[in-house]
Each structure stands twice: as C-alpha cells, then as structure tokens.
C-alpha cells in the first residue's frame, strides 16, 4: 500500500494541484492585466456606439492567453459580471471591469444570434442587470458552442 501510495496516488495529486494552481495563475493574470489596461470609449456616429479607442491593444492581452489556455473564454464570460473598476473610461468616469471582460470577448469570438434583442450585447455603460443577462446569454453560447473563433 505504501509503494502504491508513493509511486502513484502522491505523483496523481501533485499534478492535479499543479494544473490547478496555474490555470488559477494564468487567469488571474489575464485579469490583472484587464484590470490595468488603460483606454477610454468614444462615441462612434457610423455605429452609434461607444468604441474603445484602442481596440487592437486589449485584443493583444487576450488573444495572449488565448493562444495558450483553452479557459480564456470561461474566464473572460466569468467576469462579464465583475462590477468592480476599471483604468477603462467612458466620459471621464471608470466603466466596470466586466464591460472590459466582455470587449476582449469580442475580440476572440463572434455570434450570431437570431435576434437583435439578444441580451449578450454588453454597453460601456451596462447596469447591473445587464451584466448579469449578458453573462448568462454568453455562458449558453459557449456551453453550445455557438460561436466563431475571429
């Protein structure tokens, strides 16, 4: 039993909790880095939106770990609701860190969903609610695989 212990269960639970720990890390670091990306939206006229004005910087931070983690997109669908701020701005003000998560989504994926009253669109000045609709649409989309890789 101790042999058995030794050469197998212990060498099991190492990797398990090695695996663990740094897919903790690396989305921990993904978030830090969303967390210190800095940029601001503007209006855009011909979208009638609010656009990052630095687009091809937060698509670099998360096609990075996208390119290596195959969670990226849970991590990032997980924070959609995080409230808490950003160094991403809207008229001066700090949008929440979940409007930031749901841009470098974005980035990564696309869907096509049947109508334009889809609760996945998130705004730079998305409510609570709307966070919370929003995440929930997005975890269904990728739980079905719905989405195109841009």
Known sequence: ???????VILPLLCFVATACWSQDVASSSLLSQLRAYSD????????????????????????????RRHTTLDDLV???????PS?????DSPVVLGVVCYEGLTKLIYFEPGS????????????HEQLLAAQKAWRRVLRKREYTNL
């Open 116 to 127: 334009s009253r889809w609760l996945g669109y998130v705004d730079a000045n998305a409510n």
């Open 40 to 67: 601001s939206f503007e209006w855009d006229p011909s979208t009638t939106s609010y656009v990052l004005r630095r687009p091809e910087a937060i698509e670099a931070i998360v096609a990075a770990h996208y390119a």
């Open 1 to 7: 039993m101790k042999a058995l212990l030794s050469r």
């Open 87 to 91: 160094h991403v701005l809207l008229k």
């Open 78 to 84: 997980d924070c959609i609701s995080d409230e808490s």
